[in-house]
């Protein structure tokens, strides 16, 4: 304090007179007694809050605690990544949620980024026609609640399609009917574990013929192939493996039953409206970060790259694009936080996700401060978690660039 | 989300109102000067709006016939319309005084939700409906392994359902959802084969189809489902008002007083008739539960008694009277002795 008055020798010396002059008007002390006072106030809200509730809870006979969850669910649910049948517990029903939460929310955000990222570069396109329908695309997308794109997949889309009698015959032994999109399932037979070996052989492989060629071509400027090579490795090898192997891989191909296509692989109406609602609707946000991204990288760049004789596909690949992603990077985050959040809506057609289970436990046991609790808590995990790595990627790409 | 919303706001409500069961419902009741009361969002014959806006059914007449018990007039009663899964939260946070939707009064939901069930105004019973014209051949629940069920959450249904096909070995995928609306909609889209829901339910459901020829109510009946209006635990007092507005429609069929022969009845010689109708000299039938001694009259004039309203709301739509005849037709419509 002494020193910092003292380097502004030159103004009035009033902050060390009131420093002199009292404690209570020192900011410094201030600030400690106001925070402790927030503290001290906010401990109590809390305490309050929490104490008030269990009494009243009490006093109306409701039980309370988390004790529900090890009891038995008695419900089935329709799909489910682990284990689960109706004698599983509350608390494995909520977990079933969780991960078909999870599962829409991954696929849904590849698949978002992935279609982002192509309109959005598609609608800087300088061919008149690509650039007029990504514009559409953003705009219609963009502009509707996201509740009335799950409607329109589901209702619009999905529930007007022939019933599994008349099943659209697709090509690949796939079908579509109103009950979902079907497709034949692979069988590994005996010695099958060379396929999966070989895929990931090739991927070793590939990863390190990529590297090899990046230090020869710095090194000599000579490029080589990787892209060929790589794809080569990754197919060739597993088909190789598959013949040697005396082709160990059926399929299980789905048959009409009496109700309904059986054997297969069967992908619920309710997962793929959720899917693509999801997908399409946050691709539109995504096109338009990417295109404020690349937009926002300095034309010079560009013009430079140019001149050096990088055609435009290498340019944006090498120059624009590592560029563009420090900017498109945070804002990324948030629309990834989006669509994990709004996966919740879920309920509205269905889908057992998080929420239409945690409903269905809160009527069973009647719990329902419980149950809203473990939702927030999950979501504000998922959150904070997928805000994490997104921010270390971030730090990782603002480090390369330097 | 509403759902979710509106759970969010019952649990702020139960974690931040004191008074709850402490207050007496009844004494806030006359106050205000209608009862709240939760129903269908629309169940035709139960519950359901009618061509002038207003809830007008069997469980409706439920509220009115306590509304009438309290004011002697049956529309003090203002309806919260409230699905599966939002009708526990709304009869916890106090928004509503009673609850008086096709409720299922069950051992865990009369212990662990605070509530009280006040007695049971129609005995139903689970049971299927399919699509015939998609369906030929199938005539018996037992036939449906492997089929796509549409079920709605939060309800017996739903438990019951997985009982049922565990233990006759069978499979199924539920398709579930939270609004009722929803469900028949999915139903009728042809994303399940089947539909599940109390009975009553099954045939009320079926007349707003498009084709309701085309769908059949499978015979078996799987469950018990003993459906009532609940309140919360812990007010004796609004309880025996409920519980007993129940009786007296009960007893009002038994004793042959109609809203026709109202008048009659009220002059009639009958000792018992005169002391249910409290028309003796120095009548106490209402004084035990803080009303009217005429409240059965007013319950009469404004409802009618139960057959009265089974005959208005249920009959129309083609549900038989069944399990809810009166005791003395081999039914179960039993009512304690007003006196």
Known sequence: MATDTSLRGNEPPRAKKAARASWINDPWIRGIIYQVLVAVALIAFVYWIVGNTSENLRRANISSGFGFLGGRAGFDVSQSLIDYSADSTFGRALMVGLFNTLLVAVIGIVTATFLGFLIGVGRLSRNWLIAKICTVYVEIFRNLPPLLVIFFWYLGVLSVLPGPRDSLDLPFETFLNNRGFFMPKPVWGEGSWLIPLAFVVAIALSWFVARKAYRRQMATGQRFPVLRTALALIVGLPLLAYFLAGRPLTFDVPVLGAFNLQGGVQVAPEFLSLYLALSFYTASFIAEIVRAGILGVNKGQTEASYSLGLQPGLTLRLVVVPQALRIIIPPLTSQYLNLTKNSSLAVFIGYADLVQIGQTVMNQTGQAIEVVAIWMIIYLGLSLATSAFMNWYNARMALVER | ?339
């Open chain 2, 1 to 339: 989300m509403k759902t979710v919303i509106k759970g969010i706001l019952g649990s702020a409500a139960l974690a931040v109102v004191a008074t709850g069961a402490s207050a007496s419902t009844l004494e806030e009741v006359r106050s205000k000067g209608y009862v709240q009361c939760g129903v269908h969002t629309g169940l035709i014959g139960f519950a359901a709006p009618n061509d002038d806006g207003e809830f007008e059914g069997f469980d409706v007449d439920v509220c009115r016939a306590v509304a009438a018990a309290i004011f002697g007039d049956g529309d003090a009663v203002q309806y919260t319309p409230t699905n599966a899964t939002e009708r526990f939260t709304a009869l916890q946070s106090g928004e509503i005084d009673m609850l008086s939707r096709n409720t299922t009064w069950t051992l865990s939901r009369d212990t662990s939700l605070g509530f009280n069930f006040a007695g049971v105004n129609y005995y139903d019973g689970q049971g299927f409906m399919i699509n015939s014209a998609n369906l030929e051949g199938i005539n018996s629940a037992l036939q449906l392994s492997g089929a796509a069920i549409c079920v709605q959450t939060g309800t017996t249904t739903e438990l019951n359902l997985a009982d049922y096909f565990r233990a006759n070995n069978m499979e199924y995928n539920p398709v579930v959802f939270q609004g009722f609306d929803e469900t028949n909609a999915a139903y009728e889209a042809g994303r399940c084969d089947a539909y599940t829901t109390d009975q009553s339910g099954l045939i009320a459901l079926r007349l707003t189809l498009a084709n309701p020829d085309d769908h059949v109510v499978l015979p078996e009946i799987i469950s018990k489902e003993p459906l009532g209006p609940a309140v919360r635990q812990g007010d004796d007092e609004w309880f025996n008002v409920v519980r007993w507005t129940l009786m007296a429609m009960v007893q009002a069929e038994e004793s042959g007083i109609t809203q026709d022969n109202l008048e009659e009845m009220m002059a009639s010689d009958n000792p018992e008739i005169r002391r249910i109708l409290g028309q003796e000299a120095d009548s106490s039938i209402g004084a035990g539960l803080g009303l009217d001694n005429e409240w059965v009259v007013n319950i009469v004039r404004e409802v009618g008694n139960y057959g009265e309203v089974f005959d208005r709301h249920l009959a129309p739509i083609g549900v038989p009277r069944g399990l809810n005849a009166l005791w003395t037709d081999g039914g179960l419509m039993y009512a304690m002795p007003l006196r």
